[in-house]
T-cell receptor, first 114, second 114 residues
């Protein structure tokens, strides 16, 4: 069974640009969550999607947005990039958004802002 | 609010030593608790979980018991190997029927020397 697939693995952008990251969940998983990982802030929740609806959102500015498609694949977009957006962005999927369901993570997209 | 506190690392052990990584949490009600492991250049892998008080999660020789009275979920392994060197994250999912959002501790780096 294929795991969570995130593309691309690495991205280099400059300040002010925008970027779109993609996540394909495990087959059959309908819930997708996104996390930002940085050395200073650790792992922080961005948002959660289920059945194409955003169920939960973390404390990030409106420049961070996402969506989920009918096949459960998800994308997140960051506009007007800032140096502080440099991070590893992790996507996780689960069968449902229930709290006792384990999240399965992809290997992440490493975003570097110059 | 909900939070997770882990012991600071790095933790450096010799091969075959006993491992304990402390984790305590603050949450309302009975959250689900998880341990994840991250190897260099990879995403997070679920190591074990416990969803109610006194549950013991176990996997690959690692164990952790959900202690409601001490709000703890300490990770233990009887004999560590060099291949266990990684970053370990304790996480909770708040009690809720409609979210899988994870709140992570800051992570503990484990280095095992031959």
């Amino acid at each position: 069974k294929a795991g969570v697939t995130q593309t691309p693995r690495y991205l280099i952008k400059t300040r002010g640009q925008q970027v779109t990251l993609s996540c394909s969940p495990i087959s059959g998983h309908r819930s997708v969550s996104w996390y930002q990982q940085t050395p200073g802030q650790g792992l922080q929740f961005l948002f959660e999607y289920f059945s194409e609806t955003q169920r939960n959102k973390g404390n990030f500015p409106g420049r961070f947005s996402g969506r989920q498609f009918s096949n459960s694949r998800s994308e997140m977009n960051v506009s007007t990039l800032e140096l502080g957006d440099s991070a590893l962005y992790l996507c996780a999927s689960s069968l449902s958004p229930a709290g006792n369901q384990p999240q399965h993570f992809g290997d992440g997209t490493r975003l570097s802002i110059l | 609010g909900n939070s997770v506190t882990q012991m600071e690392g790095p933790v450096t052990l010799s091969e075959e030593a006993f491992l304990t990584i402390n984790c305590t949490y603050t949450a309302t009600g009975y959250p689900s608790l998880f341990w994840y492991v991250q190897y260099p250049g990879e995403g997070l892998q679920l190591l074990l979980k416990a969803t109610k008080a006194d549950d013991k999660g176990s996997n690959k020789g690692f164990e952790a018991t959900y202690r409601k009275e001490t709000t703890s979920f300490h990770l233990e392994k009887g004999s560590v190997q060099v291949s266990d060197s990684a970053v370990y994250f304790c996480a909770l999912s708040p009690l809720s029927s409609n979210t899988g959002k994870l709140i992570f501790g800051q992570g503990t780096t484990l280095q095992v020397k031959p």
